[in-house]
């Protein structure tokens, strides 16, 4: 890729802090109430700041593994939406954590595909 190492970094930073809040968010899976919310705010928050550094480069931003990435994010995100709108309601945690545990092969392939191989994680370790 020809992206400006700076915008790459960003990248792969920012996909690493969305990591650290899913992390958080699954740990408070089974809560109910406000710290799950906000927990899912903070996810949301962290993920949008992701896709806004992505959208500098069209050339990462139409990546494979950037996309893949981003769709496995979403399905983790999806099994969370409800709890904004009811502090009670109940999160599919087998779910969330099957779909927790697909982000980080997607996660290692696009930082790979960014030339950072060294940033690859796994959901155990991280």
């Known amino acids: ?31 109910n109430g406000k710290v799950r919310s906000d927990m899912y705010e903070r996810y949301c928050a962290n993920l949008h700041s992701y896709y806004v550094y992505t959208l500098m480069d069209p050339e990462i931003e139409n990546a494979p593994e950037v996309v893949d ?25 087998k779910g969330a954590n099957e779909a927790y545990d697909n982000v980080f092969p997607a996660y ?6 960014l030339g950072f191989p060294d940033k690859q994680v796994t959901a155990k370790k991280f």
């Open 1 to 31: 890729m020809d992206s400006t190492n700076t915008n790459v970094e960003l990248i792969v930073q920012q996909g690493e802090n969305v990591l650290i809040s899913m992390k958080d968010l699954k740990k408070v899976a089974k809560k």
């Open 69 to 93: 990435f981003q769709e496995k994010l979403n399905l983790f995100r999806d099994y969370f939406k409800e709890v904004t709108k009811d502090f009670e309601s109940t999160v599919d945690t």
């Open 108 to 113: 290692n392939a696009m930082v790979s595909a």
